[in-house]
């Protein structure tokens, strides 16, 4: 009787294990996993990959928006949509925050996601989801790493415009400081350095640099940190009043290509963000492992994909808690 016996709780066992696998409300209370919507809506990614390659095409800069826009919701209360959400009753929007306005963009590429996976699987994915992957398809689409998004998170219903603009790391703000704000988010310095790396596309504004250009050494200089022809060219179209929205590429080099030319132009004294060059001249650790990215891309890759995926599980919303928004921009009625 006892083989029989066993025979039946491994049976059991295995059945157990299969329901928590492949049912996405089991599953989701315990962990994302990228197979979630295969059963529900199976063309979710395929309608995101299709739509985020037709804005990147149209607008070479909305890869490094979209990335940008997973990053910031993920700062701030999790990885929940919740970037998205206008303001609207008791809703502030995060949208206001200091590092997102004026600066934050592709809500209207996202719309047009939902808008495309609602059709096809009613109130089935999220917002927070359809974020995720297209943080992952605008990296591959620029020549970038690819992984496998682990799935199942839920929308907020609210946002907190406090959180967001204490928690995303600012680009005048002291390593120490960016270094913590990583850190309260589970990331390592690691992740500093390799999420960093998503600075190899996009541009940033005139008024996040300026600093740079004119008032560290306190006589009009630039800072010695910054290579002086390159400061130069940079104080040409970012002047020490006005134009704060001027654009400026991060990688210059190749400002639409996902590379390590990032961490080449760190080390040239190229880094355009103090955020940036702390990297290279606080800290051993980090100088050590932008010295490596710049002369080994797979490693940087490799890393890299790690880094987003641990991102992407910052304390998401899974199960009961949140919803599946009908719209992004506002939650269900």
């Given at each position: 009787?006892?083989?029989?016996i066993?025979?039946?709780?491994?049976?059991?066992?295995l059945a157990?294990?299969?329901?928590?696998?492949?049912?996405?409300?089991?599953?989701?209370?315990?962990?994302?996993?990228?197979?979630?919507y295969d059963f529900?809506?199976?063309?979710?990614?395929?309608?995101v990959?299709?739509?985020?390659?037709?804005a990147v095409?149209?607008?070479?800069?909305?890869?490094?928006?979209l990335l940008?826009?997973?990053?910031?919701?993920?700062?701030?209360?999790?990885?929940?949509?919740?970037i998205?959400?206008d303001?609207s009753?008791?809703?502030?929007s995060?949208?206001?925050?200091?590092?997102?306005?004026?600066?934050?963009?592709?809500?209207?590429?996202?719309?047009?996601?939902?808008l495309?996976?609602?059709?096809?699987?009613?109130?089935?994915?999220?917002?927070?989801d359809?974020?995720?992957?297209?943080a992952?398809d605008?990296?591959?689409?620029t020549?970038?790493?690819?992984?496998?998004?682990?799935?199942?998170?839920?929308?907020?219903l609210?946002?907190?415009?406090?959180g967001?603009?204490?928690?995303?790391?600012?680009?005048n703000?002291t390593?120490?400081?960016?270094?913590?704000?990583?850190?309260?988010?589970?990331l390592?310095?690691?992740?500093?350095?390799?999420?960093?790396?998503?600075?190899t596309?996009?541009?940033?504004r005139?008024?996040?640099?300026?600093?740079?250009?004119?008032?560290?050494?306190g006589?009009?200089?630039p800072?010695?940190k910054?290579?002086?022809s390159?400061?130069?060219?940079?104080?040409?179209?970012c002047?020490?009043?006005?134009?704060?929205?001027n654009?400026?590429?991060?990688?210059?080099?190749?400002?639409?290509?996902?590379?390590n030319?990032?961490?080449?132009?760190?080390?040239?004294?190229?880094?355009?963000?103090?955020?940036?060059?702390?990297l290279y001249?606080q800290?051993?650790?980090?100088y050590?492992?932008?010295?490596?990215?710049?002369?080994?891309?797979?490693?940087f890759?490799?890393?890299?994909?790690?880094?987003?995926?641990?991102?992407g599980n910052?304390?998401p919303?899974?199960?009961?808690?949140?919803?599946?928004?009908k719209?992004?921009?506002?939650?269900?009625?």
């Open positions: 009787m006892a083989p029989s066993n025979h039946e709780i491994i049976v059991v066992l157990s294990s299969l329901v928590l696998y492949f049912s996405p409300v089991i599953a989701a209370a315990v962990v994302l996993y990228p197979q979630f529900s809506c199976p063309e979710a990614n395929g309608i990959k299709s739509i985020v390659s037709k095409a149209e607008d070479p800069r909305m890869a490094a928006s940008r826009l997973h990053f910031h919701d993920c700062f701030v209360k999790g990885c929940d949509g919740s998205l959400l303001s009753g008791t809703i502030v995060e949208k206001r925050s200091v590092p997102n306005r004026d600066s934050a963009r592709g809500f209207e590429v996202i719309d047009k996601i939902k495309a996976v609602e059709k096809a699987c009613p109130q089935t994915v999220s917002c927070a359809i974020l995720a992957l297209a992952r605008s990296t591959v689409l020549g970038g790493p690819s992984w496998d998004v682990p799935l199942g998170r839920r929308d907020s609210g946002t907190s415009l406090s967001s603009n204490q928690n995303i790391p600012a680009p703000n390593f120490q400081t960016i270094l913590t704000k990583f850190k309260l988010k589970g390592d310095i690691v992740d500093f350095v390799a999420l960093s790396g998503s600075h596309i996009g541009n940033a005139c008024t996040s640099f300026r600093q740079r250009l004119y008032n560290n050494t006589n009009g200089q800072d010695f910054l290579e002086k390159y400061a130069d060219q940079l104080r040409a179209t002047p020490r009043t006005g134009g704060d929205q654009l400026f590429s991060m990688d210059p080099g190749s400002p639409t290509k996902f590379d030319g990032y961490y080449k132009n760190l080390i040239a004294l190229k880094g355009l963000l103090s955020s940036d060059e702390i001249t800290n051993q650790e980090t050590d492992l932008v010295k490596h990215y710049a002369e080994n891309q797979d490693d890759f490799k890393q890299f994909a790690k880094s987003m995926i641990k991102m910052i304390t919303l899974t199960g009961n808690h949140g919803e599946i928004r719209i992004c921009r506002r939650i269900n009625i």
